[in-house]
């Protein structure tokens, strides 16, 4: 980033912090127009010193931890909803134009799997894009039927979306590496409950988790627990495929 603001390479190499490299960003932003997005922070730190510039330049900054948002952008963050049914469907469409609609509609779970999040449909489009090179019959449909493993959908390379590295496992683990004992214990105990579309109740998680209310909200916080309304919550189905099968995940080559 340093060096396509402008900043000069033998400067950058003085930097001895991020803090005194943000600081050459910033000078070399000042009177600049420009919008900077900030894709994927996780971090409220790394977030701060990312916002750079004065006021001629205008950060977008998205986040799955609604605590990062909010500490962030304040009063100006918006939740974005996840993709409805049809939209979902318009998209893996378009990532994938040879997938056979009568094949999509025979194994539908796969887009109720990805409940409408962007990057889970994205990484289903270039699955198919792979498995499904040359057309063949019995190459799609066992691309599909492979799917239907959890561990297989959790192996699926984020790569392919993201300029990261990695599986959709282990990108979705690195928000729960933070967490305290007892709160992955109550993620882990939630998992009794069935996923989206269901819901459930705070009273009802609460004494499942055998937990506080702040537990829950420390999982709310940390993008892992979804409200629904005001009085329940719900959990992704990647997110209690992740909590599942956590520590049984082989590795990608094995």
Do not use: C
Not at 42 to 65: A, C, E, P, Y
Not at 156 to 184: F, K, Y
Request: proline share 4%; glycine share 8%; aromatic share 4%.
């Amino acid at each position: 980033l340093a060096e396509w603001v402008g900043v000069e390479r033998a400067r950058i190499g003085t930097a001895s912090s991020r803090e005194q490299l943000s600081d050459l960003i910033r000078q070399a932003l000042q009177g600049k127009k420009l919008l900077l997005v900030l894709d994927d922070v996780w971090s409220v730190d790394v977030g701060r010193q990312l916002l750079l510039g004065d006021q001629s330049v205008v950060s977008l900054i998205t986040t799955r931890r609604p605590e990062v948002a909010l500490a962030l952008a304040g009063r100006w963050t918006t939740a974005v909803l996840p993709l409805a049914a049809g939209d979902s469907e318009a998209l893996l469409h378009e990532l994938a134009p040879d997938l056979p609609p009568a094949l999509l509609h025979e194994h539908g779970w796969l887009l109720e799997w990805a409940g409408g999040l962007p990057l889970t449909i994205q990484l289903l489009g270039r699955y198919w894009q792979r498995q499904g090179y040359g057309g063949q019959t019995a190459r799609r449909t066992q691309a599909v039927q492979r799917l239907q493993q959890r561990e297989a959908r959790l192996r699926l390379d984020v790569s392919s979306a993201l300029a990261g590295t990695g599986t959709l496992a282990e990108l979705v683990a690195e928000s729960m590496a933070d967490l305290e004992t007892a709160v992955r214990q109550a993620l882990q105990t939630l998992t009794l409950f069935p996923p989206q579309p269901n819901s459930f109740s705070i009273a009802a998680a609460m004494a499942v988790t055998q937990s506080s209310a702040e537990t829950l909200f420390r999982l709310v916080d940390a993008g892992l627990l979804e409200i629904e309304d005001d009085n329940r919550y719900a959990l992704h189905q990647l997110i209690l495929d992740v909590v599942l099968v956590q520590d049984e995940l082989p590795e990608a080559g094995a």
